[in-house]
């Protein structure tokens, strides 16, 4: 049995150690916001945070968890007022919007690092992968949700 | 209308209307059997046959529109809705006609039913940039039949003339007694009388949803993890099912001992498929797990000398021999290219490329001994259903084919059914509902790939640097088969793919003789539609050519394009605005270029110009500027969201490619498929220039040009000419579109 916080509760697992949390906050917790999309880590989609850093969760045993606070999407706010949800819906950040759950966990992180990111860093933190390629729309949202002028029309 | 679109079209030629029901309603995969609704006529879907059913408490006006009592409205969403924002555009069409109360309106995913089916196809699916374009009459007369069914219940409750009556957020007014009723007041009345075979529409000029940007309806939940894809979904009792199928693309399974998971955590059943096997356990990663430790054999079947290489020098024998079907035979191209002082020909490769949708396939099926439904991400309901009812033998009232919510892209992936059929078959094997998930290598390795194609064009040119004639070969294996089965005869009889022609059969620009031949290649890899289709290929080559014209002219690419569209008023304003929006004229800096193209795929007008800036085998993508004439813009903002994110999926084309060796698949995930990054986004300018021409598709305009207007631009930059893509096979790749300071940008 592995306990770990998610989301600010306790919870309690049985699972294999090696099953990657991503499957244990899909499948044990049921949270599904958190994607899977690639298994090995390059696509992000499966981003939350262990104690308030991204991770990508298809990648992380669960054996890893006990001792540290996880956050996935659904503990992002429970009201969509996150300042970058707020942005993200502001600038309609999504098209299929299978990666934005991870694309927001990682912004997050990074705008807690840097409360007013350059493009330099915003190009260096956000290499999660969106197909549909909203690209554009995530870097205005980071901006519009730091306060930073928009950079385009 | 889109060269395609008139093939299909039922009412462009004489043997339209047999084509069509060819094409879309006769033998499906040798089934033999013909789809009843086939004749019926556009627009006159008002049947209710099988449409969703009403819940306790809702009166259904039209198999669209449902009401409860206490007033809420509930509007079904038939087209798929794969990140194109179609699941608001489609509904506040209708919402905006029947003077719904938009934030009010519930909406409801259509399952496959006959009234939800495309009206101009017949066909239920969600594809080939069309939704809008098909669906948009068919909306507005769905939303004026209820609006007048409630008006004319209120009018007669009042006893006033209905004409008398009008309709605001989800109330019914009379003008002359200011008297209102809600509309589920009269939803009860409304319902039992007869639909309209032929509402009248709101006079123009009253305001309605159309046109102004509407927030999407699916954005809420897409930024706080709710929203259900078909990876998400849940059936009471549900099984999950790991897959894993033959590392070579012809190979069979030969035997898998079973034994070896028996005892695993969680493990239900194995089952051994055709071409692989799935272990069916309680969750999926139990799944996983027991997949991993199962010993399976294959036969690798009869393609292990398939590889890139080989497959490569398959298509250019066939560009030197054909044999060719000829589509296009207009003058004499061999007098224009005798008489011509100068000529120019040039060979165009495009790869094969996977779709690789963030979301991996994967279905949830439930089958039984008399009875099968599945909950799919799907595009392709119609195909789908036909599918299933072959592979399980079941007749169509024992089959019920749901789509999730949502899903994780599409780009013509989902169009195909065999993940569908998959679910289902392991489901009645297990005896249990069950999920499957493709694991991001089964998603790449058992895609059907946008076929890889060779081109060659060939131009005369007259002293002036004028062309004299054109002569153009394609050799593309099919496109539409493995979507549309019943095009085989088609593809028999006249020896070309429409769809791989695209781009090619009509041409925006004026050649005084054309000529061109078509190679319908044969290959044992699967390939199908994927965004742009024939355009993106075909594009490709064109728009590179036209660009060695002008160069051989030693003209300017964008007045060369000028003076070929001379014709054609409606291509060259866009030509035109594209130019000065980029500042065309404006000189670069050294070692930068920019590059234009143009096309008119998809019903729609597109002019494009990238800007790039070229350092070694870097290529780093500025800006791209797309002008484009869509005929109108319903929707401002999806719209332009369509055209961008379409733009950096273009470059996702420049960007990497799936190769094969012995007879496999090479990439597996994105380590090796890699598509674009955040960082080498360029600056998009996108501006709409509607021309109030017939309305256009969007969901596939914006990638169209890109891969030739880059090519282009890496020519404008560095005098190289890139005949073939992704850059990696030139030795070029992508670079960060913002110079990362301190690494000695210029």
């Known amino acids: ?153 | 209308m889109s060269a395609l679109a008139r093939l299909l079209s039922p009412d462009s030629a004489a043997e339209g209307m047999s084509r069509r029901v060819f094409l879309f309603s006769t033998a499906i995969a040798g089934g033999g059997f013909l789809l009843g609704a086939a004749s019926r006529s556009s627009g006159a879907t008002i049947s209710g046959a099988g449409a969703v059913s009403p819940q306790p408490g809702e009166f259904p006006l039209t198999p669209w529109v449902r009401i409860t009592p206490d007033n809420a409205v509930t509007i079904v969403v038939s087209q798929s809705e794969i990140g194109q924002g179609i699941s608001t555009t489609l509904p506040a069409i209708l919402a905006g006609e029947l003077g719904a109360d938009w934030d009010a309106v519930r909406l409801e995913t259509a399952p496959y039913a006959l009234a939800y089916r495309n009206p101009e196809r017949q066909w239920m699916f969600t594809g080939n940039s069309e939704s809008c374009q098909a669906f948009y009459d068919l909306m507005r007369q769905m939303g004026a039949a209820a609006r007048e069914m409630l008006t004319d219940a209120a009018a007669s409750r009042w006893g006033v003339s209905p004409d008398a009556c009008r309709t605001e957020k989800g109330f019914v007014l009379h003008e002359g007694s200011g008297k209102r009723v809600s509309f589920g007041e009269v939803a009860a009345e409304a319902a039992k009388l007869p639909v309209p075979a032929k509402p009248r529409l709101r006079a123009a000029g009253v305001p309605d949803l159309v046109g102004k940007p509407i927030p999407r309806v699916d954005i809420p939940a897409k930024v706080n993890g709710t929203a259900q894809f078909g990876i998400d979904m849940q059936v009471p009792g549900m099984l999950l099912a790991a897959i894993r199928t033959a590392p070579t693309l012809t190979g069979k399974l030969r035997s898998m001992n079973r034994e070896a998971v028996a005892g695993m955590p969680g493990v239900r059943a194995v089952v051994a498929l055709e071409n692989g096997a799935a272990v069916v356990a309680d969750t999926y990663w139990q799944a996983r797990m027991a997949l991993k430790k199962l010993p399976l054999e294959f036969d690798p079947g009869p393609n292990l000398d398939l590889s890139s290489s080989s497959v490569l020098a398959e298509y250019r024998r066939a560009l030197e021999n054909g044999p060719w079907a000829t589509p296009v035979n207009e003058g004499d191209v061999s007098a224009g290219l005798g008489r011509a002082v100068k000529k120019v020909t040039a060979d165009y490769e495009s790869p094969f490329l996977a779709h690789a949708t963030m979301e991996p396939m994967n279905c949830t099926a439930s089958v039984t001994s008399d009875r099968c439904e599945i909950w799919a991400p799907t595009q392709g309901q119609e195909l789908a259903f036909f599918a299933l009812k072959q592979a399980l033998g079941l007749k169509d009232d024992q089959i019920q084919v749901n789509r999730s919510p949502y899903a994780g892209g599409g780009f013509g992936r989902r169009l195909l059914p065999d993940f569908v059929v998959m679910a289902a078959l392991i489901s009645k094997a297990a005896g249990k509902p069950v999920k499957i998930i493709w694991d991001r290598e089964e998603d790449i390795r058992r895609d059907w790939y946008r076929p890889a194609t060779a081109t060659r064009l060939a131009a005369g040119l007259d002293a002036d640097g004028n062309p004299t004639a054109l002569s153009v070969r394609v050799v593309s294996p099919t496109i539409l088969h493995p979507v549309f089965p019943s095009i085989g005869e088609f593809l028999r009889q006249k020896g070309f793919d429409p769809s791989a022609m695209e781009g090619m059969l009509e041409l925006i620009y004026d050649f005084p003789v054309r000529r061109v031949d078509f190679h319908l290649f044969k290959t044992s890899v699967p390939t199908s539609v994927m965004r742009t289709t024939g355009y993106g290929p075909n594009t490709f080559a064109l728009e590179s050519f036209v660009d060695e014209l002008a160069h051989a002219a030693g003209s300017d690419p964008y007045r060369y394009r000028r003076r070929l569209l001379a014709k054609n008023p409606r291509a060259l304003r866009l030509l035109d605005r594209a130019a000065t929006l980029s500042g065309w004229k404006k000189p670069v800096a050294k070692g930068r270029g920019r590059g234009i193209a143009v096309a008119d795929a998809f019903g729609s007008y597109i002019a494009q110009v990238i800007e790039v800036a070229a350092s070694g085998p870097e290529i780093r993508v500025l800006r791209v500027t797309s002008v484009v004439d869509c005929g109108r813009v319903l929707d401002p903002v999806i719209a332009k969201s369509n055209i961008e994110c379409g733009v950096i999926f273009g470059l996702s084309y420049c960007k990497s490619e799936i190769a094969f060796d012995k007879g496999a698949v090479v990439q597996g995930n994105f380590d090796g498929y890699e598509l674009p990054y955040l960082a080498e986004s360029p600056e998009l300018v996108t501006e709409f220039q509607p021309s109030g021409e017939k309305l256009g598709g969007i969901g596939e305009t914006g990638p169209v040009p890109v891969t030739p207007a880059l090519a282009n631009a890496i020519f404008a930059a560095t005098g190289r000419r890139l005949r073939s893509m992704p850059l990696r096979r030139n030795g070029l790749r992508l670079g960060f579109a913002r110079p990362p300071k301190g690494r000695g940008y210029a």
């Open chain 1, 1 to 153: 049995m592995l306990e770990f916080k998610v989301n600010g509760q306790l919870r309690r697992v049985d699972v294999h150690p090696d099953t990657p949390l991503l499957w244990v906050v899909r499948e044990q917790l049921g949270l599904t916001g958190t994607k899977f999309g690639c298994g090995i880590a390059r696509c992000g989609a499966c981003t939350l945070h262990v104690d308030g850093s991204p991770v990508r969760s298809c990648s992380f045993p669960v054996s890893a968890a006990p001792g540290h606070e996880i956050t996935t999407i659904e503990g992002l706010s429970n009201d969509v007022s996150h300042p970058l949800q707020r942005a993200w819906i502001a600038e309609q950040v999504p098209q299929c919007g299978y990666c934005q759950s991870g694309m927001l966990m990682t912004a997050a992180a990074l705008v807690r690092l840097r409360p007013k990111p350059t493009d330099e860093e915003i190009d260096f933190a956000m290499t999660n992968l969106c197909r549909c390629g909203t690209y554009p729309r995530v870097r205005s949202a980071i901006k519009r949700a730091t306060g930073q002028a928009e950079g385009r029309g």
